[in-house]
Each structure stands twice: as C-alpha cells, then as structure tokens.
C-alpha cells in the first residue's frame, strides 16, 4: 500500500506544518520565524532561518560519523580515471577551495561562474561557494562563447572556476580560448579564474588574472587555509542557473538555500527511496539542473555517495558503461533522461551488454527532463526488470512537480504519465480564461500558488520577468508552460511546451534563440526553427531560411554557413544541423510564422489548414522541402 495519498493530504491540510516537520532533517544555526511568508510581494520560505548549505552537505556527515565513507565517486570512462573522496576528503577540499575563493576577494552574495567539464572539481567548487556564501552560476560545457557571456553580463562574476578542456568522445574541447573569448566579450570583467589543468591540454595562463588550480590549492593546504561555513539567510541566494527562455536572453532562475535543501532532502527518501550511505547517481551534467539537484546537492544533504560520470551512454567505449558503473561502485538508484536509454537501445537491442554485469544491486530507474515514450519504458522494464519511474519537473522548480513516490510507495504505473502531484504542488489545469478544465481535458498545466520549497523565489535581479513569464497569463498561478491534462485519478499527462522551448537529447533549448541568430546571417530575410521528433533525441530543431532578394549564392553554402553560425554562437550542443532554403515561410493573415503546422507535417500529425493563413500554397513547399530531405514522418 503507498502512504501517497495520506501524505499528499497531510500536505493540503497543513502546507506550513508538513514543511516544517520536513525542515527538522535539516540543520539550522537560527530556525525560521515564518515558515512561509510573502516578502516583497514574493513567496519566500523558512523566512528568518539561517543555516548553511555545505554544511548540511558535508560537516554535518563528517561530524555524524561518516567521515570515511565515499561522499564522490568520479568515473570517467573517457580519460580512464576512477577516484573517490570521502565525507572527510571532500570537506577539506571544499574549506581550501573556499579559502581559495576569500583569498581572491569573494565575498557573501559575490557570484562566482562555473563552466567545467564532469570532474569532481566542477562539485567541490560548487559546495565552496555555497560555503562561503557566494552564489554560483554553473554553465554547461556545451555553451558557446557568446552564450556564457551573456550569463557572465547577468550574473558579474567576481570570479570564474574552469578547466583547461572538456572532452567529447573523439575530441578535446579547449575551454580556456572559450573562455578568453567570452570574457573579451562581455562587458562584466571577473577579476580572477581558477583554471584546473588536466592531462589532455594545457592552457596557457594570463598573469595576474587567471590562477593554477592545483597549484593554488596545493599552496593553500601548506598554508593551512581553511573556510568556515557561514551562516545565511534561508532566503539567500545559493546559486543562479540559466535557462532557455523565448528569446535569446537566457532566464536566471535563482535557488534558495533554505526551502532547497529542506525539498530535496524530502525526495531522497520519500521520492526516490534511497537511504542515507548509499549509491545514487544522477546520469547527467551538473550544467543542468538534474545535475545540480541529484548530482550535486539531493545525494549530500541525504549522506549517499554521489557519482560524478564523465562520459556517455554509449561510445564510451560502449553501451556497457551504465552497467559497469552500476555494478562496480554499487548503485542502488540511477537517474537519466530517457534518451540516453534510446541510444543504449539502438546499440543494444537485445540488452547484451546488461547481462555481462551483476546489476542486481541497482532498484529503481528514474528518467526525467523530456517526454518518456511508453516504448522505451517497456524496453528499459523489460531489459532492467526493476521499477521504471517518469517524472516530470523543471529548472524552474529544482525538484519533481509529477512522479510514481517509490519512497511511498508505488502507485499503480500509467505508461505516458509521469503520475501524481508531490507534496507542495496544488495542480490545476486551465482553458485560456483561466477556468479548470475537466478531467481528461487538455490544458494549460498551472501550480496553484504559493510554489513549494525549492522552487524559484525569482529571477536573477529581475522580479518584473519572473511575474510577466510565470504568474501573469493565469493571476493566482504559476505557469509550466507545459500542456496536458490529468485523469480521473489525478495522473498528469504532459503532453508539449506551450512556448518555443524544445527539448533535443534531454537538453532544454530555446528555438528563438536559433531564430535570432539565423535572422543575423548577412543573406537570411526571415526564417523559422522548429523542433520536429526525433527517434533519438526526441526533438530536433530544423531551420528554414528566406533569403533577402537578390541573393544569388548558392543555397547549400549559405545553409552550411546557418548550422555553423549557431553552433558559433550558442555552441554545438544546439544540435541544429538542417537549414533549409525555402522561397516562404506559412504565415497567418497577421504575419504570425505557423511553425505548430510545420511541426505537425514533419511529424507526420494530423494537421488543418489554418483558416487564417495567408496563402495555403505556400504549406505544399514546405512538405516538399521537407520530405526531400526526407524528414517527413510517415505514423
Ligand atoms: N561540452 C562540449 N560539447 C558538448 C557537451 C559538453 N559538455 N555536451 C554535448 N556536446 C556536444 C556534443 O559533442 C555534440 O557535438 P557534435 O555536434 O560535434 O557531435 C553536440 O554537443 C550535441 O550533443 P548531444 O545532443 O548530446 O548529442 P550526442 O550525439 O553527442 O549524444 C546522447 C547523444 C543521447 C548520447 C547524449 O545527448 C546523452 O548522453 N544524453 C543523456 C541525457 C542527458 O545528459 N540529459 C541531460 C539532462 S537530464
Ligand atoms: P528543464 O528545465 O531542462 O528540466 O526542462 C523542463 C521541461 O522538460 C519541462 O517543462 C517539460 O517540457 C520537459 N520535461 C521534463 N521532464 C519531463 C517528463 N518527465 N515528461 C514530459 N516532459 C518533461
């Protein structure tokens, strides 16, 4: 019998008393006055209460006991390395790099950047900012320069943690020209960078600015530099991550450090049913927010070792990897986006890989961050015979809005449906007057306000954007932007983006952002990006480029030219690689793009012709655009 429906009620009876005996697995220097209170007009929680969170992260487990046991566990697979930091380790790791971080004047509330690779490093720099209450900005590696730019101008960091180079299967990434580059192109100067060398690249240091990492740190231990954890607010910014908005301005969702450890805490039990010394890895980037929320800071809070996996689901050196990592080092739970199951799939069909190792330790497969096709739930259950569990959430919210609580135990499993609400998320479904649909009706999918506890305060120094993106369409609400609707038994089913944000291998991206890129190539009058499926990636984006009249180049060189630029300008994790030429884009009478029709012919979707449209010829080119590259999907 699942406990769901008797916490979930405990919950809606008592909001403030359910967090509130959630917060006592948290450890506070000065507990909270209000639970919850509005503050400036903006949900806060845990108002008053100080605490730490790389103490509850780290101190706290060393000081329980637990000092000896792995706090880290680094596999990386594409360098061939293996390493492990205890509780003990990792604590005087972080309070060197803290001290680190004061010596090169970070101060409370000072942002520092992160854009690293999968090392442990890029986890220790984030626990020591959170130490010394700095706020940080973790970029994924994947980002161009203009892109971490644009977070460097948001967010003016005192400071910039890097690497000399990521690496991708087949290439090394450089990171430090990137990271020149974007510095030279933001206005906003870091007055320091930490720049961690690795085996594969050296990069090449600019005195007085850019700091050896292991250089420093090595110093700084002979001289017995340690940083204390200091108290903050529970309302204090612990970290600003950015992510695709509808333009190419990204948004700084902004976490807490309170009601973010006091949610994420709550899930590791009663969510993901793990327990404190065990094995947890979150398959994904710390550039993500699956990364930040279960590689990062959900496994420490609890006292389970986290694993930190620099590699891929396949290719490293193949489909085996997941299966070797769980085996060896034990994992109890593993946690990814359901395209890296699609590629394991393809590569290995018949799970041969999985048989070559004793995963009998491994119980629970989560996947999050795109759409769960039913299939590749049936394959990964069929292959993997342990529960696999859809859930449903966002960067805006840190941790799971939908999901099957095995902690609670399992409810029944509806394939399509990431199932039940959590604890703290009041879910209404609403038309475009802001009326509750009926059940089994396709909506807007809102959160009844106030958010829970780790969800989004705001965004980064902006207030005004945070109300106009999420709380103004429906007055009361927060709006996932995602659309769907919720059953009888209160599943939800999601079912597309309301905006144009798309989701390519698990990876969040804006399609206006591409737009405006395209739009700023010298030959392109107008274009379009849309994300059309994918039998990998789920979604992919696709470009269509008008050219300005008089352009007599060729059309394949300037298409090249497109998938180039964006992969300049927003970086190859894009993953934009068709452009194509076409005389018009379908346009409603009013000039509006009809990229959902687009969509609908590449998927192969039932499709009308929009009563609005300007003129219906123009759809047959596009089809015909289309299915010449044969990307027109027969269902
Ligand atoms: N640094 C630099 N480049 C990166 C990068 C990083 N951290 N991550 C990805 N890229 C590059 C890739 O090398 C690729 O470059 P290419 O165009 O030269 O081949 C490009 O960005 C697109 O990457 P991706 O969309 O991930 O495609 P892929 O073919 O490299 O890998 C998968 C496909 C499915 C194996 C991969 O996306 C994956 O492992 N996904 C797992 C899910 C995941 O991590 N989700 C995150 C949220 S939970
Ligand atoms: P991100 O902010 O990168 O985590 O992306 C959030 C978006 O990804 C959501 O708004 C959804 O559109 C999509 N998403 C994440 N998880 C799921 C899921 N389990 N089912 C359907 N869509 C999902």
């Given at each position: ?7 979930y ?5 008592d909001?403030e008393?359910f967090?509130?005996?959630?917060a ?7 507990p909270?006055?209000?639970i ?16 730490n ?20 566990i ?10 492990t ?6 604590r005087?790791e972080?309070?060197?790099l ?18 690293m690779?999968?090392?442990p490093?890029?986890?220790g ?15 994924f ?5 203009k ?13 910039i ?18 990271l ?15 720049i961690l060398?690795r ?15 292991k250089a ?56 993901y ?7 947890y ?6 550039g ?6 279960y ?27 997941f299966?070797?990592?769980i085996?060896?080092h ?5 946690f990814t ?8 799939r ?12 004793d995963?009998s ?18 394959w990964a259950e069929?292959?993997?015979k342990i529960?696999?569990?859809d859930h ?20 029944p499993?509806?394939y399509?449906?990431?199932a ?8 209404r479904?609403?038309?475009e ?5 009926e ?20 965004l980064?120094q902006?207030d ?13 609400h ?6 769907g ?6 599943y939800l ?6 905006d144009?944000?798309i989701n ?9 952002g ?7 190539h010298?030959?392109?009058a ?5 994300g ?8 992919i ?37 068709i ?15 009809l990229r ?6 590449a998927d ?6 929009p009563?609005?449209?300007?003129d219906?010829?123009i ?6 655009a289309l ?9």
């Open positions: 019998m699942s406990r769901y429906h008797e916490v009620n405990h919950w809606k009876q909001p008393g967090w509130a005996e959630a006592k697995d948290i450890d506070w220097s000065k909270a006055d209000q919850y209170a509005q503050v400036d007009g903006l949900d806060r929680w845990f108002v008053g209460a100080e605490c969170t790389c103490y509850n992260c780290v101190d706290r487990h060393v000081e329980a006991g637990r000092g000896d046991q792995a706090a880290i680094y596999d990386s697979p594409i360098t061939d390395t293996k390493r930091y205890t509780y003990d380790q990792l005087d972080v309070a060197t803290g001290a680190l971080l004061i010596d090169l004047g970070v101060k409370k509330g000072d942002r520092v950047i992160i854009y690779p999968m090392v490093e890029a986890v720099g984030a626990l020591a900012c959170a130490r010394i209450g700095a706020v940080h900005s973790v970029v590696g994947g980002f161009a320069p892109e971490l730019a644009t977070r460097i101008d948001d967010s003016k960091p005192k400071v943690l890097s690497a000399s180079c990521g690496i991708e299967p087949g290439r090394v990434i450089a990171y430090k020209p990137l020149d580059e974007a510095i030279e192109i933001a206005s906003a100067k870091p007055t320091a960078t930490m060398q085996d594969e690249v050296t990069a090449e240091l600019i005195e007085g600015r850019d700091h050896d990492w420093a740190m090595g110093e700084a231990r002979r001289a017995g530099k340690s940083a204390a954890c200091l108290d903050v607010a529970a309302t204090d910014p612990l970290y600003i991550l950015y992510t695709s908005g509808t333009t190419g301005q990204p948004k700084g969702v902004v976490r807490d450090n309170g009601g973010h450890m006091v949610a994420l805490k709550w899930t590791m039990h009663n969510f049913g793990v327990e404190p010394g065990e094995v890895w979150a398959a994904s980037d710390v993500w927010v699956v990364g930040h929320s590689i990062v800071y959900a496994p420490l809070l609890h006292g389970s070792t986290t694993v930190v996996f620099e590699g891929k689901p396949v290719g490293t050196p193949d489909p085996g990897t299966w070797r990592i085996s060896e034990r994992v109890v739970s593993l986006a359901p395209t890296a199951f699609r590629a394991i393809k590569e290995d069909p018949n799970g041969e890989h999985i048989a070559k190792h995963i330790c491994l119980r629970t497969l989560f996947l999050a961050g795109e759409r769960a096709d039913p299939d590749t739930i049936h069929a292959q993997l529960p696999v569990i449903w959430w966002q960067t805006e919210t840190g941790w799971t809005i939908a999901g099957n609580p095995i902690g609670l135990g399992m409810l499993v509806k399509g449906s990431p039940v609400p959590m604890p703290g998320y009041d879910m479904v609403l038309d007057s802001g009326n509750e649909v059940r089994g009706q396709l909506g807007a999918i809102c959160v009844k306000l106030p958010l829970p506890p780790g969800c989004l305060p705001t980064w902006n005004k954007r945070f109300r106009e993106t999420y709380l103004s369409t429906f007055p009361g927060y709006e996932t932007a995602d659309a609707y919720m059953d009888e038994d209160g089913y999601i079912m597309a983006r309301t144009d944000i390519v291998a698990g990876h969040r991206l804006s399609t206006g591409m737009e405006e890129v395209l739009a700023g010298n030959d392109v107008e274009c379009a990006v849309v059309i499926a994918d039998q990998l990636k789920g979604q984006p696709v470009g269509f480029v008008v050219f300005k009249s008089g352009v007599e180049r060729e059309a394949g060189e300037v298409e090249k030219e497109c998938v180039l630029l964006v992969r300049e300008k927003i970086g190859a994790v894009a993953a934009l690689r452009v194509m030429n076409v005389p018009r884009l379908p346009k409603t009478r009013s000039g509006k793009i959902g029709t687009i969509r609908k012919i192969g979707e039932e499709w009308t012709m009563a609005t449209i300007d219906p010829a759809l047959d080119e596009i089809t015909d299915s010449d590259r044969g990307l027109v999907s027969s269902r």
